[in-house]
């Protein structure tokens, strides 16, 4: 599975901005995907995950109720949207695959290469 990410740039604190990851191959719909985020200095921290199916989301607690994660599994794609964006979410986000439904780093079994998103206040 090749993931490549887009949607990222420089928007204002309180605005929104929708990421999208395409993803290759014909077994989209059997991974579990999910959403990274790494500041500058900082460690990768989860964001969000979906399940195989769209019917299950997890969030972290930083973003839950400003981000929304989904699937279109006919398009072999998976979005955030981010709203009410905070200085603190300037970051490079990574989607990523998994066999299974986890916020687990070490769970996920193929990376995209990352979109920058940067959040000025």
């Known amino acids: 599975v090749q993931l490549v990410e887009s949607g990222g740039g420089l928007v204002q604190a309180g605005g929104s901005l929708r990421l999208s990851c395409a993803a290759s191959?014909?077994?989209?719909?059997?991974?579990?995907m999910g959403w990274f985020r790494q500041a500058p200095g900082k460690e990768r921290e989860f964001v969000a995950a979906?399940?195989?199916?769209?019917?299950?989301?997890y969030y972290a607690d930083s973003v839950k109720g400003r981000f929304t994660i989904s699937r279109d599994n006919a398009k072999n794609t998976v979005y955030l949207q981010m709203n009410s964006l905070k200085s603190e979410d300037t970051a490079v986000y990574y989607c990523?695959?998994?066999?299974?439904?986890?916020?687990?780093?070490?769970?996920?079994?193929?990376w995209g290469r990352g979109t920058l998103v940067t959040v000025s206040s």
């Open positions: 990523a695959a998994s066999l299974i439904f986890t916020g687990t780093l070490n769970g996920y079994d193929y």
């Open positions: 979906v399940q195989w199916s769209g019917g299950s989301t």
């Open positions: 191959g014909r077994m989209f719909s059997s991974y579990c």
